[in-house]
């Protein structure tokens, strides 16, 4: 069974969106969820557990999202992993750096949970 879980993991600092992206995967038997807290611990986290998707939120303590999605497509083992930029920046100029960067996707929050859940569902080839 572990073989069928797609593995998350979610870069973020603010306790209160990762508690949010926990409690909407809670009842998803089918997708384990990492989270760190920080630019660096993510990067480390990503070399370790090798995840399916990560969501990157964009403003870290200690880097911003796009020196780390440059730092994950640097590395062979985390090169090709999906990667989903995670913002409250929701101008066009935001999307267009994110996008000219190499992210897959940007999703603004406040999250909405359905196009939350589609979105991973359609990333992870599941359905939701």
Same mark, same amino acid.
């Given at each position: 069974a572990a073989a069928t879980r797609a593995r998350v993991l979610y870069v /973020?600092? &603010? =306790?209160?969106?990762? *508690?949010l992206v926990r409690e909407l995967l809670a009842s998803r038997? &089918?997708?384990d969820l990492v989270v760190a807290d920080s630019g660096t =611990?993510? *990067? /480390? /986290? =990503?070399r370790a557990q090798r995840p399916d998707l990560i969501l990157l939120d964009m403003q870290l303590p200690d880097m911003d999202g796009l @020196?780390? *999605?440059?730092?994950l497509r640097a590395d062979? @083992?985390? =090169?090709s992993v999906t990667c989903v930029a995670l913002s409250a920046n929701a101008m066009p100029s &935001? $999307? /267009?750096?994110? $996008? &000219?960067a190499g992210f897959d996707e940007y999703w603004t929050k406040p999250i909405v949970f359905a196009t939350f859940r589609a979105g991973l569902a359609r990333l992870l080839g599941r359905p939701g």
């Open positions: /973020e600092d &603010d =306790a209160v969106n990762a *508690l038997g &089918d997708i =611990a993510g *990067l /480390e /986290e =990503a @020196a780390v *999605l440059k730092a062979p @083992a985390t =090169a &935001d $999307r /267009e750096a994110a $996008r &000219d």
